[in-house]
């Protein structure tokens, strides 16, 4: 079954908000209970697919990627997809499960690896490699890789880090409708994500340009590593998105980042 998505009112360090999630994350006594203040269905592009598919393609993953589950029957034949990142990245395995729901290969480039993972995969890796990743720890390949002078060859596609592609923008527009919907019914006033890359930070702001109401601002708040985050702020100066230091309203979060487990999201300082 495709996944649902829940609306809960959580309580914290004396800040109340409402986390999206997805239903089958959350324990049997909140299904259900008045803390789970809406249910929202799966996007349009999860038909079809495979149950087993939305353990692999999750969380922001599953609208980044939106574009081709949607168009998998109508896009060019494709002989190999290309992307690059860190080791447990959850991006590397969402696209090992795309290429094989394609039925292609899927080669990841890594800039090292430990030594100790190399001989005993775990976590991602572990599954990324069990859906016939091919992986390829090269230092140089990956810098051309970031820097955006790697081309891939004819019937290849290329994903950058997080999964970041020319496409994205299409999942976001459908995450922002119904953030929106969900927002107004709710009466929040802002949306508060856990960013990586801030991919999904970038394109979910440039979709509340289509909001046809008056929009939540979109707030980031970093969880890995900031010079990605940067990056992407000051390549969008001008759009509606900043990094946050604190939550006000509503809390978007996905598996992958651990999801209810407050000390992994909300600034305490």
């Known amino acids: 079954m495709p996944p649902t998505f829940s609306y809960v009112q959580c309580q914290f360090a004396g800040m109340r908000f409402v986390v999206r999630i997805e239903s089958r994350l959350l324990p049997a006594a909140i299904r259900g209970s008045a803390r789970e203040l809406q249910v929202t269905p799966a996007p349009?592009?999860?038909?079809?697919?495979?149950?087993?598919?939305?353990?692999?393609?999750?969380g922001n993953k599953l609208y980044k990627l939106g574009y081709y589950l949607q168009h998998?029957?109508?896009?060019?034949?494709?002989?190999?997809?290309?992307?690059?990142?860190?080791?447990?990245?959850?991006a590397m395995l969402a696209l090992s499960e795309l290429a094989q729901l394609m039925g292609v290969e899927f080669?990841?480039?890594?800039?090292?690896?430990?030594?100790?993972?190399?001989?005993?995969?775990?976590?991602?890796?572990?599954?990324?490699?069990?859906?016939?990743?091919?992986?390829?720890?090269?230092?140089?390949?990956?810098?051309?890789?970031?820097?955006?002078?790697?081309?891939?060859?004819?019937?290849?596609?290329?994903?950058h880090e997080g999964g970041n592609h020319s496409q994205v923008s299409y999942g976001m527009t459908v995450l922002a409708q119904e953030l929106s919907q969900v927002t107004q019914k709710l009466n929040l006033s802002r949306v508060f994500l856990p960013a990586g890359t801030g991919v999904t930070s970038y394109h979910l702001a440039q979709a509340t340009r289509n909001w046809r109401i008056t929009p939540p601002r979109p707030m980031a708040m970093p969880c890995t590593c900031n010079r990605y985050l940067r990056a992407w702020a000051l390549a969008a100066a001008n759009q509606p998105y900043s990094v946050a230091t604190s939550i006000t309203a509503l809390v978007h979060c996905t598996a992958s980042y651990g999801c209810c487990r407050p000390s992994l999201k909300l600034p305490l300082a």
Request: hydrophobic content about 45%.
């Open 44 to 58: 349009a592009f999860c038909a079809g697919l495979p149950a087993s598919s939305f353990a692999a393609i999750e």
């Open 72 to 90: 998998m029957s109508e896009l060019p034949p494709v002989s190999k997809i290309w992307s690059y990142g860190s080791v447990q990245s959850g």
């Open 107 to 159: 080669h990841y480039v890594l800039p090292y690896i430990a030594s100790e993972l190399a001989l005993h995969p775990e976590g991602n890796l572990a599954l990324a490699k069990g859906k016939q990743m091919h992986l390829h720890v090269d230092g140089a390949l990956y810098r051309r890789m970031a820097r955006g002078e790697f081309v891939p060859a004819p019937g290849e596609l290329f994903f």
